[in-house]
């Protein structure tokens, strides 16, 4: 499920800022990424199963591995895990309230902290 109106799609920032500050914020860049697209990870283990709050980008002219890349990010999701298939993101998944307060803080406090290092100002 996508969360809208986060104001975190639209934004660029280098890769190492984004590193660091979603790092602050329990999202995991990990392995989750190739030469031109990263994914954050946050994980939530709650009674209802495992979730993902997902956070991606993209970088049209650069190498992600060189750490020196500029990352436009995109609309971000949450999707629950289903083992050994994998994660969906369908609207008709059941997410519960706290989960998605929580991925909406999260968000915020991301955004507002990621304001400073905007590029696409």
């Not at 996508?2 to 860049?29: C, P, Q, W, Y």
């Not at 990424?33 to 993209?58: A, H, M, P, Q």
């Not at 289903?82 to 999260?106: F, S």
Request: aromatic residues 12%; proline residues 3%; glycine residues 8%.
């Amino acid at each position: 499920m996508d969360i809208l109106n986060t104001g975190i799609e639209g934004i660029v920032a280098d890769l190492s800022v984004l590193d660091d500050i979603m790092t602050k914020h329990d999202l995991v860049r990990a392995g989750q990424w190739d030469y031109e697209r990263v994914t954050y990870d946050k994980k939530y283990v709650i009674k209802e199963g495992t979730y993902y709050l997902r956070v991606f980008g993209y970088t049209p002219d650069e190498d992600i591995g060189t750490r020196e890349a500029v990352i436009h990010l995109k609309t971000p999701a949450v999707g629950k895990h289903y083992y050994p298939h994998g994660v969906e993101y369908g609207e008709d998944e059941i997410y519960p309230e706290g989960l998605l307060k929580d991925c909406k803080a999260t968000l915020k406090a991301v955004y507002e902290e990621l304001q400073a290092f905007n590029l696409a100002k």
